[in-house]
């Protein structure tokens, strides 16, 4: 934690969102993550997203586990209740949590080394319950917290800072997600925001597990010639496939698509997100075409980005469970219960 | 050997063949006359072809743990055929399917063997090899029915109740009785000298396991979210807890659910989702064994430091590792108290019987929630999975929940500033606030070390605080956790400490040591950390056997530590074979350690 607090005050012209909130009532305590770390821009984006949306900041609820990705729910939106929670396990306390009060909007922020590796397992079974949340991973092929070591999803042959490059496989988050039904999938770069932002929004209103993976490069242990997840190489490699435009309530859709490259889709309050195709080929509502776009394309040393794809058909945890809609835990404890006369009879069987 | 009411049945089958049901409807039988039981199934980590036995003691003085002394053997199964034989207590009887003969080396002069062609009959009489392997088993009912004069009009009784649903088995399982029952009149003599007889003694009383009560005290406790991962011999209780709520717990107005029941990926994840749910107020709760606490200890560490409600079962089995699955031992004391790395202690409760899984699954809610901490109810395999004869439960209406200091967006938005860790009151247990409560509410839940105030600190004196706090919370949790039952006369100076499912082998221990004029005083524990009376009581007595089912003796240990009792006085009778305790072990042992010197 920084020894250095914001100012309080704040320019009186800033724009207000329909809360009458400003962008520094959704900013949180002063980052500690290294000058230039990517993660600080997926902060920014966050804010600038959750800002848009009109979230009342007490409605959001953050978690993470342990790393520096997991660090950052600290520095946006003050006002919301964050978790903290220990090394890989961010799903599962986000599923209770969700089990509990399924009104909030859940927010959770993993690293690659928090998700695919320590909490792997916990991640898979976070998307097959669809678990309504909005799954941020900054991606940058590294352990930052303890000095550079490969993460899971270090490239065939990226090189580290010091020593022989990696061999092994990476996992990809957002392959992974696929073959395992996630039903809104999305890639950024942390350098984008204008890509970022509204996939972030897109994520927090889908109903089920989203999944953001962001190319967020270390500026201390990854970002040196010979890496693939360097600010350089990121750049260099990226292309968007699929963008998203985030359309307010009510609000029209004023930009001009070209014909055929434009989809809309409705969220269930209303809003809308626009897909935008920069490839006319690929077709973000089918698993199958996606997966094999995706693998062609990486194989060709690509990153490709966007919200690469989308399922609003498959219902997420609550609603497969059959729940009520009101949290769980505001249900009054003595409606929880049959009483004193029902368990004379329960317990009749039991004679 | 001719006693009334005080005589042990075992029978013997392979797993798989559908005894339990024959089993149950001979203990329920009994029980409808009066006269009290103690069920105990012993059964393999398997799920078809093993040895399996049922054991019914029948006691009409009513006491509550097993016998080590077989009167009847019901031996169906030829592969422990020898094993059953030997078993058997000198005077005794042994009942065998004599369709096939029995080998003629394994004979025994001091006991009766009686042979009834079970599956002959059952063959004659039954068409399908599925009915005629249950009706086997129905039939040995009706043997022991006339044997042990266990009156046909109960058992029929119980029939008809059971198959309710189902008419037409009514009748073949009436009839399976009969042919056992028939055969038995005509072939030997009826009653046999040991017998059960009418009386009046479980009048108000239920024939439970511990899991299943435990699952309905959750149910009456308001637990909404429960998360678990499939372990022996812990499952029924989540079984149990969704079959009351897929009844109890539908919302009138919409049709949906008011629980949400998490089968998760593993016991890692189980604890996650418990202590998610408790940071967003809800009652949730995880049932597991030894292993799953294991793998639940780093989690439950930060429950402790972050200070999250959330109750966990403990239904524990024979360790270390995966030791004997169905077999029982109360071997996670040490390991419960002490769960996770760095200075941790968690409130423990301990059960003795299936009313207390009912009443302690309540408290253990209403302990979490006021000291915002995991509470674990250290139940076993002996308690959670056999059949006990126990007082029917009651449940208080107007009893209030307690769910501890939590603030309301009212109390909040009258408040200055909310601080998550500071201790208002002086009881060591802080003030929380739920998300989604209001915006001044929120704050960071972090197991890194934090202020008093919430933030992250790496400032030596702010960590101490917070975690000397802790200790002044522990000495809060000492005050309102169940009190140890103890039984005190000052002519004693000698005493029993038991915790859990001992309870019942001690009590009886001690009505038998009585009458051999040895007179001891008794406590058992009912939580960790340990109330002020359990103390006192080690003080005042020169020797205090201390009897637990576990090799190291983990409940002395712990006496020790939290007490700062006199190790010199603490004398374990160690129990830990996985087999439930028995009152003769205790008598044995207590007796041995006398005539070394050791009497009082």
């Given at each position: 934690?920084?020894?250095?607090?914001?100012?309080?005050?704040?320019?009186?012209?800033?724009?207000?969102?329909?809360?009458?909130?400003?962008?520094?009532?959704?900013?949180?305590?002063?980052?500690?993550?290294?000058?230039?770390?990517?993660?600080?821009?997926?902060?920014?984006?966050?804010?600038?997203?959750?800002?848009?949306?009109?979230?009342?900041?007490?409605?959001?609820?953050?978690?993470?586990?342990?790393?520096?990705?997991?660090?950052?729910?600290?520095?946006?939106?003050?006002?919301?209740?964050?978790?903290?929670?220990?090394?890989?396990?961010?799903?599962?306390?986000?599923?209770?949590?969700?089990?509990?009060?399924?009104?909030?909007?859940?927010?959770?922020?993993?690293?690659?080394?928090?998700?695919?590796?320590?909490?792997?397992?916990?991640?898979?079974?976070?998307?097959?319950?669809?678990?309504?949340?909005?799954?941020?991973?900054?991606?940058?092929?590294?352990?930052?917290?303890?000095?550079?070591?490969?993460?899971?999803?270090?490239?065939?042959?990226?090189?580290?800072?010091?020593?022989?490059?990696?061999?092994?496989?990476?996992?990809?988050?957002?392959?992974?997600?696929?073959?395992?039904?996630?039903?809104?999938?999305?890639?950024?770069?942390?350098?984008?925001?204008?890509?970022?932002?509204?996939?972030?929004?897109?994520?927090?209103?889908?109903?089920?597990?989203?999944?953001?993976?962001?190319?967020?490069?270390?500026?201390?242990?990854?970002?040196?010639?010979?890496?693939?997840?360097?600010?350089?190489?990121?750049?260099?490699?990226?292309?968007?496939?699929?963008?998203?435009?985030?359309?307010?309530?009510?609000?029209?859709?004023?930009?001009?698509?070209?014909?055929?490259?434009?989809?809309?889709?409705?969220?269930?309050?209303?809003?809308?997100?626009?897909?935008?195709?920069?490839?006319?080929?690929?077709?973000?509502?089918?698993?199958a075409s996606a997966f094999k776009y995706l693998r062609k394309r990486f194989n060709a040393g690509e990153i490709i980005t966007g919200l690469l794809y989308f399922n609003d058909?498959?219902?997420?945890?609550?609603?497969?469970?059959?729940?009520?809609?009101?949290?769980?835990?505001?249900?009054?404890?003595?409606?929880?219960?049959?009483?004193?006369?029902?368990?004379?009879?329960?317990?009749?069987?039991?004679? | 050997?001719?006693?009334?009411?005080?005589?042990?049945?075992?029978?013997?089958?392979?797993?798989?063949?559908?005894?339990?049901?024959?089993?149950?409807?001979?203990?329920?039988?009994?029980?409808?006359?009066?006269?009290?039981?103690?069920?105990?199934?012993?059964?393999?980590?398997?799920?078809?072809?093993?040895?399996?036995?049922?054991?019914?003691?029948?006691?009409?003085?009513?006491?509550?743990?097993?016998?080590?002394?077989?009167?009847?053997?019901?031996?169906?199964?030829?592969?422990?055929?020898?094993?059953?034989?030997?078993?058997?207590?000198?005077?005794?009887?042994?009942?065998?399917?004599?369709?096939?003969?029995?080998?003629?080396?394994?004979?025994?002069?001091?006991?009766?063997?009686?042979?009834?062609?079970?599956?002959?009959?059952?063959?004659?009489?039954?068409?399908?090899?599925?009915?005629?392997?249950?009706?086997?088993?129905?039939?040995?009912?009706?043997?022991?029915?006339?044997?042990?004069?266990?009156?046909?009009?109960?058992?029929?009784?119980?029939?008809?109740?059971?198959?309710?649903?189902?008419?037409?088995?009514?009748?073949?399982?009436?009839?399976?009785?009969?042919?056992?029952?028939?055969?038995?009149?005509?072939?030997?003599?009826?009653?046999?000298?040991?017998?059960?007889?009418?009386?009046?003694?479980?009048?108000?009383?239920?024939?439970?396991?511990?899991?299943?009560?435990?699952?309905?005290?959750?149910?009456?406790?308001?637990?909404?979210?429960?998360?678990?991962?499939?372990?022996?011999?812990?499952?029924?209780?989540?079984?149990?807890?969704?079959?009351?709520?897929?009844?109890?717990?539908?919302?009138?107005?919409?049709?949906?659910?008011?629980?949400?029941?998490?089968?998760?990926?593993?016991?890692?994840?189980?604890?996650?989702?418990?202590?998610?749910?408790?940071?967003?107020?809800?009652?949730?709760?995880?049932?597991?064994?030894?292993?799953?606490?294991?793998?639940?200890?780093?989690?439950?560490?930060?429950?402790?430091?972050?200070?999250?409600?959330?109750?966990?079962?403990?239904?524990?089995?024979?360790?270390?590792?995966?030791?004997?699955?169905?077999?029982?031992?109360?071997?996670?004391?040490?390991?419960?108290?002490?769960?996770?790395?760095?200075?941790?202690?968690?409130?423990?409760?301990?059960?003795?019987?299936?009313?207390?899984?009912?009443?302690?699954?309540?408290?253990?809610?209403?302990?979490?929630?006021?000291?915002?901490?995991?509470?674990?109810?250290?139940?076993?395999?002996?308690?959670?999975?056999?059949?006990?004869?126990?007082?029917?439960?009651?449940?208080?209406?107007?009893?209030?929940?307690?769910?501890?200091?939590?603030?309301?967006?009212?109390?909040?938005?009258?408040?200055?500033?909310?601080?998550?860790?500071?201790?208002?009151?002086?009881?060591?247990?802080?003030?929380?606030?739920?998300?989604?409560?209001?915006?001044?509410?929120?704050?960071?839940?972090?197991?890194?070390?934090?202020?008093?105030?919430?933030?992250?600190?790496?400032?030596?004196?702010?960590?101490?605080?917070?975690?000397?706090?802790?200790?002044?919370?522990?000495?809060?949790?000492?005050?309102?956790?169940?009190?140890?039952?103890?039984?005190?006369?000052?002519?004693?100076?000698?005493?029993?400490?038991?915790?859990?499912?001992?309870?019942?082998?001690?009590?009886?221990?001690?009505?038998?040591?009585?009458?051999?004029?040895?007179?001891?005083?008794?406590?058992?524990?009912?939580?960790?950390?340990?109330?002020?009376?359990?103390?006192?009581?080690?003080?005042?007595?020169?020797?205090?056997?201390?009897?637990?089912?576990?090799?190291?003796?983990?409940?002395?240990?712990?006496?020790?530590?939290?007490?700062?009792?006199?190790?010199?006085?603490?004398?374990?009778?160690?129990?830990?074979?996985?087999?439930?305790?028995?009152?003769?072990?205790?008598?044995?042992?207590?007796?041995?350690?006398?005539?070394?010197?050791?009497?009082?």
């Amino acid at each position: 934690m920084s020894y250095i607090s914001k100012p309080k005050v704040s320019h009186p012209n800033l724009p207000r969102n329909t809360l009458g909130l400003t962008v520094r009532d959704y900013e949180g305590a002063v980052s500690t993550l290294c000058a230039g770390c990517g993660h600080d821009s997926v902060t920014a984006a966050i804010v600038q997203a959750v800002f848009e949306l009109n979230i009342e900041p007490h409605m959001l609820a953050k978690m993470s586990g342990i790393g520096c990705s997991s660090k950052t729910p600290a520095y946006f939106v003050n006002q919301s209740h964050g978790f903290n929670a220990v090394h890989g396990r961010m799903a599962s306390v986000t599923t209770g949590a969700s089990a509990a009060n399924r009104t909030l909007t859940y927010i959770g922020v993993s690293g690659d080394g928090d998700s695919l590796s320590i909490g792997a397992g916990q991640f898979v079974h976070a998307i097959r319950r669809n678990l309504n949340m909005c799954y941020i991973i900054e991606n940058n092929g590294v352990y930052g917290l303890t000095k550079g070591q490969f993460s899971a999803s270090a490239d065939i042959g990226s090189m580290p800072k010091k020593g022989l490059p990696n061999q092994q496989e990476p996992i990809d988050p957002v392959s992974t997600a696929l073959s395992l039904g996630a039903t809104y999938i999305a890639r950024s770069f942390s350098g984008d925001k204008e890509q970022l932002v509204p996939l972030i929004q897109g994520a927090l209103l889908h109903d089920g597990f989203s999944l953001v993976d962001v190319i967020s490069p270390c500026v201390t242990f990854n970002d040196h010639e010979g890496s693939t997840k360097s600010y350089a190489h990121t750049r260099e490699f990226f292309h968007h496939v699929v963008n998203a435009d985030y359309v307010a309530p009510a609000e029209e859709i004023k930009a001009a698509y070209a014909e055929g490259s434009a989809m809309p889709i409705e969220l269930h309050d209303g809003s809308r997100i626009i897909l935008r195709k920069v490839d006319s080929e690929y077709e973000p509502t089918s698993r199958a075409s996606a997966f094999k776009y995706l693998r062609k394309r990486f194989n060709a040393g690509e990153i490709i980005t966007g919200l690469l794809y989308f399922n609003d058909a498959r219902k997420e945890m609550h609603d497969l469970m059959g729940n009520i809609d009101t949290p769980l835990s505001e249900y009054p404890l003595d409606k929880l219960h049959p009483g004193k006369k029902e368990l004379k009879k329960i317990l009749s069987r039991y004679r | 050997m001719a006693t009334v009411n005080d005589v042990v049945i075992k029978i013997g089958t392979v797993n798989g063949t559908g005894s339990a049901s024959a089993n149950g409807l001979l203990m329920k039988s009994i029980f409808r006359m009066g006269v009290p039981v103690v069920g105990k199934n012993y059964f393999p980590s398997n799920i078809q072809g093993l040895p399996t036995w049922y054991e019914i003691r029948v006691t009409g003085d009513g006491y509550q743990c097993r016998s080590n002394r077989v009167d009847v053997m019901v031996a169906m199964n030829a592969q422990t055929y020898a094993k059953d034989l030997a078993d058997v207590a000198p005077g005794g009887w042994l009942v065998y399917d004599s369709t096939w003969p029995r080998n003629k080396l394994l004979s025994r002069d001091d006991i009766t063997v009686l042979g009834v062609p079970l599956s002959r009959m059952c063959n004659e009489h039954f068409e399908g090899a599925r009915a005629r392997i249950l009706m086997k088993n129905i039939a040995y009912v009706g043997v022991l029915a006339a044997l042990l004069d266990i009156d046909l009009d109960t058992i029929n009784e119980l029939i008809e109740e059971t198959f309710a649903a189902k008419q037409k088995l009514i009748g073949s399982n009436m009839k399976a009785i009969r042919l056992g029952y028939d055969y038995a009149r005509e072939n030997f003599v009826c009653p046999l000298p040991s017998k059960v007889a009418a009386m009046d003694r479980t009048r108000g009383h239920i024939v439970i396991d511990g899991n299943t009560a435990a699952g309905l005290g959750c149910m009456y406790a308001g637990a909404t979210v429960g998360a678990w991962y499939p372990i022996t011999p812990s499952t029924s209780l989540m079984d149990a807890f969704r079959a009351f709520c897929s009844k109890y717990r539908v919302d009138p107005e919409s049709g949906k659910r008011t629980y949400c029941i998490i089968q998760a990926e593993d016991e890692l994840a189980a604890i996650g989702m418990v202590l998610g749910a408790s940071w967003n107020g809800a009652r949730s709760f995880t049932p597991t064994s030894g292993p799953g606490i294991s793998l639940m200890s780093e989690f439950l560490g930060y429950g402790y430091y972050a200070e999250l409600p959330a109750v966990i079962f403990d239904v524990q089995r024979t360790g270390p590792s995966t030791g004997m699955p169905t077999r029982t031992q109360q071997s996670d004391i040490l390991s419960c108290a002490y769960a996770s790395h760095g200075d941790t202690k968690h409130v423990l409760l301990f059960p003795a019987d299936p009313e207390e899984c009912f009443t302690m699954a309540q408290s253990a809610f209403d302990l979490a929630e006021r000291l915002q901490t995991p509470v674990m109810v250290l139940s076993d395999l002996d308690i959670g999975m056999n059949d006990w004869m126990v007082p029917e439960f009651d449940f208080d209406e107007s009893k209030i929940p307690d769910r501890g200091k939590v603030l309301g967006a009212q109390d909040l938005e009258n408040m200055e500033e909310f601080y998550r860790y500071l201790d208002v009151d002086g009881d060591g247990i802080p003030y929380r606030t739920l998300p989604g409560t209001h915006p001044k509410g929120s704050y960071f839940t972090r197991g890194s070390g934090h202020t008093k105030y919430g933030s992250y600190t790496e400032n030596s004196a702010d960590y101490q605080d917070v975690v000397d706090r802790l200790l002044l919370k522990w000495e809060t949790a000492r005050s309102i956790v169940p009190k140890a039952e103890i039984q005190y006369s000052k002519f004693n100076t000698a005493a029993i400490l038991s915790v859990g499912s001992g309870d019942g082998a001690c009590k009886e221990s001690l009505d038998r040591l009585k009458k051999q004029k040895t007179g001891l005083n008794y406590c058992c524990v009912k939580a960790f950390p340990f109330d002020e009376t359990v103390k006192d009581f080690i003080e005042k007595h020169e020797v205090v056997y201390v009897v637990e089912q576990n090799r190291d003796a983990q409940l002395r240990t712990l006496l020790m530590l939290d007490c700062d009792a006199d190790p010199a006085k603490l004398v374990s009778l160690l129990h830990y074979d996985g087999m439930p305790l028995n009152a003769g072990f205790v008598v044995e042992k207590v007796l041995e350690e006398q005539s070394k010197g050791r009497a009082a």
